[in-house]
């Protein structure tokens, strides 16, 4: 198969492909910490919105991660033309 029709097919997963810094592996510590101090301190309808904003604050990061993804894409193309 072609690269477009692994990518279209799935076997390719240009996000398994990312090495992970060290700053990066430290932020993702303090988030888990940070989420887990929140999550156990607050309690009823605080616990909701506060996991509510994490969906949420997660979905964005998602559509975000997407665009970087399609902009990369284009630029490479516009940049094989020239």
């Not at 949420?56 to 094989?80: D, N, P, R, W």
Request: glycine residues 2%; hydrophobic residues 40%.
């Amino acid at each position: 198969m072609t690269p477009l029709q692994n990518l279209w097919h799935g076997n390719i997963r240009t996000n398994e492909d990312k090495v992970i810094t060290d700053e990066e592996k430290k932020l993702v510590e303090l988030i888990a910490r940070h989420h887990e101090t929140l999550s156990s301190s607050l309690k009823n309808e605080d616990l909701v919105v506060f996991e509510k904003y994490v969906d949420c604050f997660t979905e964005y990061a998602s559509l975000i991660e997407c665009q970087v993804f399609e902009i990369g894409f284009k630029l490479a193309l516009k940049l094989m033309k020239e």
